[in-house]
């Protein structure tokens, strides 16, 4: 079992930087595909990234790719989001999750087959 801590949120300006981390505990961080999501006021929860065990593997969902890279540090049990050229429509709470299944390589954007998740952060994005 693992225990995820999203923070780095805030409010930012439109065209801004911002990098969102999510700490982990428990020895077992790099068994786990790690992906990020977000959810805005009135709408579904939805993928924005994924990273493989190793971090040889990057999903984005297409509203983000190009603006946002997520990257891990197994030896400091951290994944990161570094979001830059924000948009307003990047307002969301930003959660990320941890996916336990048995393909090392396999970065899923589906939202069930993530096991676990932290209590989110908020991104706020003024125009």
């Known amino acids: 079992q693992v225990q995820l801590v999203e923070s780095g949120g805030g409010l930012v300006q439109a065209g801004g930087s911002l990098r969102l981390s999510c700490a982990a505990s428990g020895r077992t961080f790099s068994t786990y595909v790690m992906g990020w999501f977000r959810q805005a006021p009135g709408k579904e929860r939805e993928f924005v990234g994924g990273i493989s065990r190793s971090g040889g593997r990057t999903r984005y969902a297409d509203s983000v790719k190009g603006r946002f890279t997520i990257s891990r540090d197994n030896a400091k049990n951290t994944v990161y989001l570094q979001m830059n050229s924000v948009k307003p429509e990047d307002t969301a709470v930003y959660y990320c999750?941890?996916?336990?299944?048995?393909?090392?390589?396999?970065?899923?954007?589906?939202?069930?087959?993530?096991?676990?998740w932290g209590q989110g952060t908020q991104v706020t994005v003024s125009s």
């Open positions: 999750a941890a996916d336990e299944g048995v393909f090392p390589f396999l970065v899923t954007t589906i939202l069930t087959e993530y096991d676990y």
